[in-house]
Structure formats: structure tokens, C-alpha cells
């Protein structure tokens, strides 16, 4: 059975970093693409990153942008988010996902995800 499993999450202070981690089960990251979506409470679901497979060509949210970076391990076969200067509104349960596709669509990076983790969650609080 294919899936994806988020680890790393946790509570954080603002301005501080955390990093959390895609890994996948039944099947093999490096070949698709891979976003983080984060869902805060009361609030809908969101795009944060995605990166395609091959030249692992990145888009990002405007909220997170030059804060947050996304990257692969194909060695490790694992999709990791680098969250600096995290702030308040950073809070949220955030989740890995796949459109099963090579390439993150460029007009619609967070568009068409056809497996979802079941996410892990970031807090960011004092």
C-alpha cells in the first residue's frame, strides 16, 4: 500500500526553526513530485512548497517564501521542509502530498495531490 508519512513536527518559539520530513512507504519519492500543504485551525488547507523530481524545480507560497525551504535526500529517499523564523500563524498541521506526477504543475503547483499524509503538527508558540 502506497503512502506518506510526515515526522518532525513539534512546538517552537517565533523565530525559531524546525525541519520536518516526508517519507514514503510502497513506493519511491525521488520519482514524483512532492508539496506541503498546512491546514491551521478553523482555516482551509494551503500550499506551502512543492518540488518536482529530476531537477527538483521548487515553488513556494508567498507567505513562506524566503522563510521556508524545501528539499530532497534521494539517498534517503525523503522530502524535507526547513521552516526558519517561524511566527504564530505558522501553527498548523502540515502535510505531504503527491500529485503522482514527475513535475509540480507551473502554472498550479498545489493543484491535482492524489496522496496525502496524514500530517504532523507544528506549533509556534512561547
Known amino acids: 500500500q502506497q503512502q506518506l508519512v510526515e515526522s518532525g513536527g513539534g512546538l517552537v518559539q517565533p523565530g525559531g526553526s524546525l525541519k520536518i520530513s516526508c517519507a514514503a512507504s510502497g513506493f519511491t519519492l525521488e520519482n514524483f513530485a512532492i508539496a506541503w500543504f498546512r491546514q491551521a485551525p478553523g482555516k482551509e488547507r494551503e500550499g506551502v512548497s512543492c518540488?518536482?523530481?529530476?531537477?527538483?524545480?521548487?515553488y513556494y507560497a508567498d507567505s513562506v517564501k524566503g522563510r521556508f525551504t524545501i528539499s530532497r535526500d534521494n539517498a534517503k529517499d525523503t522530502i524535507y521542509l526547513q521552516m526558519n523564523s517561524l511566527k504564530p500563524e505558522d501553527t498548523a498541521v502540515y502535510y505531504c502530498?503527491?500529485?503522482?506526477?514527475?513535475?509540480?504543475?507551473?502554472?498550479?503547483?498545489?493543484?491535482?495531490?492524489?496522496?496525502w499524509g496524514k500530517g504532523t503538527l507544528v506549533t509556534v508558540s512561547l
Open positions: 502530498a503527491t500529485p503522482i506526477t514527475r513535475y509540480c504543475r507551473t502554472s498550479s503547483p498545489f493543484a491535482g495531490m492524489e496522496l
Open positions: 518540488i518536482s523530481s529530476s531537477e527538483g524545480s521548487t
